[in-house]
């Protein structure tokens, strides 16, 4: 799950605890997300910083339920096209697990041949993305090692 630490960093999920992720407008996205299940972990990343990076970890606490965001007319994230009967976007909720002490650039981890296929290093683009179990692992090996 990507975030940028200027709108919701790591930092932040370690003060809050926990939080709803909102605001996705992306149907790639919505659709990896409404794949996840309470307990899933997922590799929390830094967009928009020098480098970018995997900062951490949280776990899905509460499966996907429509982001209340779309429906408030205040909200950038309004979707005039959404209803309460029949919603476009949805969110799950996440708990922080760790902050690693040295991120992972993905520079990093496009240096990884075992990475070579994961859809960070193809499409940094997309929001919420799949990560294999195998690449799960290889990641939190990689902070293990630089720590």
């Given at each position: 799950?990507?975030?940028?630490p ?76 959404s ?52 690449e ?12």
């Open positions: 799950m990507k975030s940028e200027d709108v919701y960093s790591i930092d932040d999920l370690i003060a809050d605890g926990r939080t709803h992720w909102d605001g996705v407008r992306n149907y790639q996205a919505r659709n990896n997300m409404m794949k996840m299940a309470v307990g899933d972990e997922v590799l929390y990343y830094h967009s928009r910083q020098t480098p970018p990076a995997v900062v951490g970890r949280a776990k899905v606490v509460r499966e996907f339920y429509p982001d209340f965001t779309q429906f408030d007319e205040e909200s950038s994230y309004f979707d005039a096209r209803s309460e009967e029949n919603p476009r976007w949805q969110m799950v909720d996440v708990e922080f697990v760790e902050k690693f002490d040295s991120e992972i650039s993905l520079t990093e981890i496009k240096e990884q041949k075992p990475l070579a296929d994961m859809v960070l290093v193809n499409n940094s683009r997309l929001s919420v993305q799949p990560v294999s179990k195998k799960f692992d290889w990641i939190l090996q990689m902070s293990q090692s630089q720590s």
